[in-house]
């Protein structure tokens, strides 16, 4: 089976930076996703990961480490309106073409002043 | 360029009424659909894949089903509502395949079972 776990809440402080860690254990790996999803709304895409390394994109970052099963999301420059959960999720690894994604719980960020 | 559009926004409904949530993708063509549920601070739970038209997949057991009559319409469906069906319903899609693309969610429905 596949387990992801992520922190239930963060808090931090505008202008800071915050790191949103994720670790997944699954029997393969086929890609990594980060989406935003502010409080009564849809999740939107932030990023994917599929290869070891860094993957930058304005103010955040998302980081992949298979060997470790281990991804984080980082936030710079915060900004109140960057509070929302944050969720990981992995492609199921034998889902082939139906390209399934399994979520994690998210993490609740709270930007505060 | 593509739009996925979700119905209705909010929905009471009480125990054992049925249930119909529709979802539309325009600008692409065979796309996958999926129906995920949310419940109050919760993960998003797979309940149905689509990879084609009457092509329908279930993820867990439930009360609920869905349907795909044509290639971009994505339906979710209940003939009696139960309590625990109370959530926030999304509707995505993907292109198929395994590369960069993620999901593209709808706006969701907020169901509340009384």
């Known amino acids: 089976g596949q387990n992801i776990d992520q922190p239930t809440e963060m808090t931090a402080t505008e202008g800071a930076i915050v790191q949103i860690n994720c670790t997944y254990q699954?029997?393969?790996?086929?890609?990594l996703f980060w989406y935003q999803q502010h409080a009564g709304e849809a999740p939107t895409f932030l990023s994917y990961?599929?290869?070891?390394g860094l993957e930058e994109k304005g103010r955040f970052s998302s980081f992949l480490s298979r060997s470790k099963g281990y991804s984080y999301l980082l936030l710079k420059e915060l900004q109140m309106k960057d509070s929302a959960s944050y969720l990981c999720?992995?492609?199921?690894?034998?889902?082939?073409?139906?390209?399934?994604?399994?979520f994690g719980t998210g993490t609740l960020l709270a930007v505060q002043p | 360029s593509q739009t996925i559009h979700q119905w209705p926004a909010t929905l009471v409904q009480p125990v054992g009424s049925p249930l119909s949530l529709e979802c539309t993708v325009e600008?692409?063509?065979?796309?996958?659909l999926y129906w995920y549920r949310q419940a109050a601070g919760r993960g998003l739970q797979l309940l149905f894949y689509?990879?084609?038209?009457?092509?329908i997949s279930s993820e867990v057991p439930q009360n609920l089903s869905a349907s795909r009559p044509q290639d971009r319409q994505f339906i979710l469906s209940s003939k009696k509502l139960l309590l625990s069906d109370s959530g926030f319903y999304l509707c995505?899609?993907?292109?198929?395949?395994?590369?960069?693309?993620?999901?593209?969610f709808g706006s969701g429905t907020r169901l509340t079972v009384v």
């Open positions: 995505a899609w993907s292109i198929a395949g395994t590369g960069s693309g993620g999901y593209t």
């Open positions: 699954t029997s393969g790996f086929n890609g």
């Open positions: 990961n599929v290869l070891d």
């Open positions: 999720a992995v492609r199921d690894p034998f889902g082939g073409a139906t390209n399934k994604l399994i």
């Open positions: 600008g692409t063509s065979n796309p996958n």
């Open positions: 689509s990879i084609g038209i009457d092509q």
